[in-house]
Structures are given as C-alpha cells and as structure tokens.
C-alpha cells in the first residue's frame, strides 16, 4: 500500500495517560501535515512539518501538543495528559513539495477516544 | 479572512435523484484552490477535485460534476444519478496559493452528510 498509513486505527485512553500518533506519508513526500476532527466542527489545520522542522504550528494547542516528523521514522502526534476534549479523529496528509495547490492525500486518520 | 461555508448540514434524497451541494468560499488572494473530498462511513477522506482560480470552466468526471463561479464565490458539487453508495458526508476546502504565512493550510467547511435512501 503505497498511500498514507496511519496508526493504530483506534486509541482508547484513559484520563491523564499520553497518545501518539503515528503517520508515514507516502512514499517520495517530505512534507506533513496533521488535522483533526472534532464532533460538530469539521477538519481544522493542526501543524505542517518538513522533515526535522515544523514549518507551521499555528493549528496546535498551545499546551499539551506536540509534534514531530524526524529524519528517519513516521512523524508523531504527541498528546500528554489527555482530556475527554481531546476525543476526535485525527488526520495525516503527505505531499512531495509545499505547495498545496497539488492537493494532498490524507490517511485513513486515528480515531482517539478518552475515557 | 478565509472560510468556507457549507450551508446545508444534512441532505436525504432517494436514489436516482440529482442532488447538489452547495459551497461558499471567501478569501482575499487571486490565487486559490478549492478542493472536494468526500468521507463515507468508514471515515476515510477520499479527494474528488482540486481546482485553481484561474479556471472557471466546470468539470463532469461520470456521474459528478462541480460548477465553479467566482462571481458568487461558489463552488458546487451536482451527484446526478444518486445512488446508496454516495451516502457519505461531502467537504469543500480552500488553499490560498500566497508563498507567505502558512502555506500548507486547507480551510474545511463543516460538510454537508448526504444520505442516499433505496
């Protein structure tokens, strides 16, 4: 399967416990991006990464978040001390340069759930 | 500032029927994109066009087809022939193309859920 894997499918946490997130972008992409899908709110930007940099964070929660995409491996969501509110489905996106006007594709997203 | 605004939340229509789903976009760039992705209920996101703003012609791809108008800041999707299938909910997103700020972004509407009933 060549396109976007992203995993695991579903995550259960608990209160209080960390979440990651993986995805590998297709192969050829060096470029990330991560969005997420709350209930009742659509898909909003999160953050684009490069490979090693963040180029664009102005999605992400100030606190809690994080996200990586290091030279070797699939970039990670990071999410400490979860929250019911953190519940959603988050996407990854890949594409080989930066522009979007190519579009990109996405994966088939990471169901989070907290309880 | 930019948004995309999909009015209709919900669409029930019976097989074989047209439908339409409607979507407004507002940005201050000339350049844009404007996309279409579909998500049925296995939650996937399936890309269906990218557009420019420099091409207003409209697109037919089978039973689909989108009707581009910059005048109205419109950018309608029109499933003729609608099937069971087609049950899933539809976004529209814009892409400004400025090489500043953060390029990267699409702004999603909210979506509209079409449900094609037998």
Not at chain 1, 26 to 51: A, D, I, N, T
Not at chain 2, 38 to 44: D, I, L
Not at chain 2, 112 to 117: A, D, E, F, G, I
Request: proline share 4%; hydrophobic share 30%.
């Amino acid at each position: 399967n060549a396109g976007v894997m992203q995993n695991p499918r579903h995550l259960v946490r608990r209160r209080g416990q960390e979440a990651r997130l993986r995805c590998s972008p297709m192969k050829g992409h060096s470029h990330v991006y991560w969005y997420r899908q709350l209930p009742e709110e659509g898909l909003k930007f999160m953050v684009y990464l490069q490979k090693e940099n963040i180029i664009d964070e102005s999605g992400m929660p100030k606190e809690r978040f994080s996200a990586e995409f290091p030279k070797e491996g699939p970039s990670i969501l990071r999410i400490q001390q979860v929250v019911r509110g953190d519940s959603a489905a988050y996407f990854c996106a890949s594409s080989p340069t930066r522009a979007t006007n190519y579009g990109y594709t996405f994966g088939s997203g990471t169901r989070l759930t907290v309880v | 500032a930019q948004k995309v605004t999909q009015a209709q939340t919900e669409i029930s229509v019976v097989e074989k029927e047209d439908v339409t789903l409607d979507c407004v976009y507002e940005t201050r760039d000339t350049t844009y994109y404007l996309f279409w992705y579909k998500q049925p209920p296995s939650g996937e996101l399936v890309f269906l066009i990218r557009r420019n703003s420099f091409d207003e012609q409209n697109e037919i791809s089978g039973r689909y087809s989108w009707n581009f108008q910059k005048s109205t800041s419109s950018f309608n999707f029109t499933i003729t022939a609608s099937q069971v299938v087609d049950s899933a909910v539809y976004f529209c997103a814009l892409s400004e193309g400025s090489y500043g700020g953060s390029q990267g972004n699409l702004i999603f509407g909210k979506g509209t859920k079409l449900s094609v009933k037998p």
